[in-house]
Nanobody, 126 residues
Framework: EVQLVESGGGLVQAGGSLRLSCAAS????????IGWFRQAPGKEREGVSL????????YYADSVRGRFTMSSDSAKNTVFLQMNSLKPEDTAIYYC???????????????????WGQGTQVTVSS
């Protein structure tokens, strides 16, 4: 069974940076989707940065494009989210999520994802 564990959240001042990590395990194959969502109080869960092993494409929400970068360490089965130039509106619980099998177009809605981490809080102070 797939397990996702996030880490790296915390409190940071506006303009600062954080690097989130998602340690993944349990995938049954090499074809899956994985990435980051976030949810702030009163807001819908939003895809932040998402990718798929079967799609040469990484999705970034318009609100984070140019500031956030998703990367991975395949040897450690870990996905990262480097967050730079953080803004107070980035404050949210950040979730690592995945689906399998992959294939087709990259899924970008939370309800298309099968597995979720417990989330890590990111708070950006003004």
């Amino acid at each position: 069974e797939v397990q996702l564990v996030e880490s790296g959240g915390g409190l940071v001042q506006a303009g600062g940076s954080l690097r989130l990590s998602c340690a993944a395990s349990g995938f049954t194959g090499d074809d899956y989707g994985i990435g980051w969502f976030r949810q702030a109080p009163g807001k819908e869960r939003e895809g932040v940065s998402l990718t798929s092993t079967s799609d040469e494409y990484t999705y970034y929400a318009d609100s984070v494009r140019g500031r956030f970068t998703m990367s991975s360490d395949s040897a450690k089965n870990t996905v990262f989210l480097q967050m730079n130039s953080l803004k107070p509106e980035d404050t949210a619980i950040y979730y690592c999520a995945a689906y399998e099998p992959g294939g087709g177009t990259l899924r970008t809605e939370f309800y298309d994802y099968d597995y979720w981490g417990q989330g890590t809080q990111v708070t950006v102070s003004s």
